[in-house]
């Protein structure tokens, strides 16, 4: 059986879809089959690895308004090992719509299920906040993955999220566990970064993975380039630390995946 993990945080820019993208990489890397299903309808997961109105055949939304089949917006990447479910990028009234299709809190465990024993990761990438498709990928997760950015306000929506959590797990997904916080775009030398890295360490010290990525100014080309930075440019310090965060995950579910 694989394994099924949300990168949430309710907060804008800390990395979750970067994080998404790069372990997704790495894990296919590794020949373990991932799958990366981008729920976000800003589609910053599917834009960075390259796929817009032009390339899309269907998403999520298409299987939740049963106009699709799941196995059908499954999309190759051109990375071994590494399929994607895209997400169409959307307009407010597309989203007000769309957001209407999830109602049904299993929609997304049920479709997902026919499929994941397919796969050894599934990844979803998610919005910056709780409801909606977040609410449905708790719902269908078996852990939930937390990148926060040394400020103030992670710290804040980490209880937020880990209030979330426990009521999901209490009402609709008994089995769902926390796979572990980690420090993104991360600046070793500056105040502010050791005091948060130190807060967190007081706050959720069980929790911390111990791999941290540090701050890369090489972030930039990912856009330009379509493809996940560990592609592109795998020695530079983000995308090493990548590859140990993976590496770290990978250890921690040596049972589960194998
Ligand atoms: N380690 C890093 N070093 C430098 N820049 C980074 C790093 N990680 C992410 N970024 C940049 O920070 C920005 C936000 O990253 P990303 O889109 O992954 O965050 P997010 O949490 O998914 O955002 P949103 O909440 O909007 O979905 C992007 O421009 C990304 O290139
Ligand atoms: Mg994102």
């Known amino acids: 059986m694989g394994k099924i993990i949300s990168i949430i945080l309710p907060k804008g ?9 790069n372990l997704a990489y790495n894990f296919a890397l590794k020949n373990y089959k991932t799958l990366l299903v981008d729920l976000d309808p800003t589609a910053s997961c599917s834009m960075s690895l390259g796929f817009n109105h032009e390339n899309i055949f269907g998403d999520i939304f298409d299987v939740f308004s049963y106009s699709k089949s ?3 917006v499954i999309h190759t990447t051109g990375i071994d090992n590494l399929d994607c479910i895209p ?8 989203e007000g719509r769309q957001s209407k299709l999830v109602s049904n809190e299993y929609l997304l465990r049920n479709v997902i299920s026919t499929i994941s024993s ?11 906040y709780l409801f909606g498709s977040t609410n449905l990928a708790l719902i269908a997760s078996d852990s939930v993955l937390i990148p926060i950015r ?11 999220l880990l209030i979330r959590i426990e009521y999901i797990s209490k009402r609709y997904n008994r ?6 916080i980690f420090l993104t775009s991360y600046e070793k030398n500056i105040r502010a970064s050791y005091k948060i890295k130190t807060k967190l360490y007081e706050n959720y010290s069980d929790l911390v ?11 930039m080309s990912v856009t330009f380039n379509k493809k996940p930075l560990c592609l592109i440019n795998p020695s530079s310090r983000a995308a090493i630390a990548y590859k140990e965060l993976a590496d770290e995950i990978l250890i921690r579910n040596e049972s589960a995946v194998f």
């Not at 397919?118 to 910056?128: A, Q, R, T």
């Not at 040394?150 to 937020?160: C, F, Q, V």
């Not at 089995?175 to 572990?180: A, K, M, N, T």
């Not at 993975?209 to 540090?214: A, F, Q, R, T, Y």
């Open 13 to 21: 820019g800390v990395g979750k879809t970067t994080s998404a993208v």
């Open 70 to 72: 799941i196995e059908s």
């Open 87 to 94: 997400q169409m990028k959307l307009n407010a009234v597309e």
């Open 118 to 128: 397919k796969y050894k990761f599934v990844l979803f990438d998610c919005p910056p």
């Open 150 to 160: 040394t400020d103030e306000y992670s710290l804040e929506a980490i209880d937020d």
């Open 175 to 180: 089995d769902l566990s926390i796979e572990g």
């Open 209 to 219: 993975l111990s791999k941290s990525i540090p701050k890369d100014a090489n972030m």
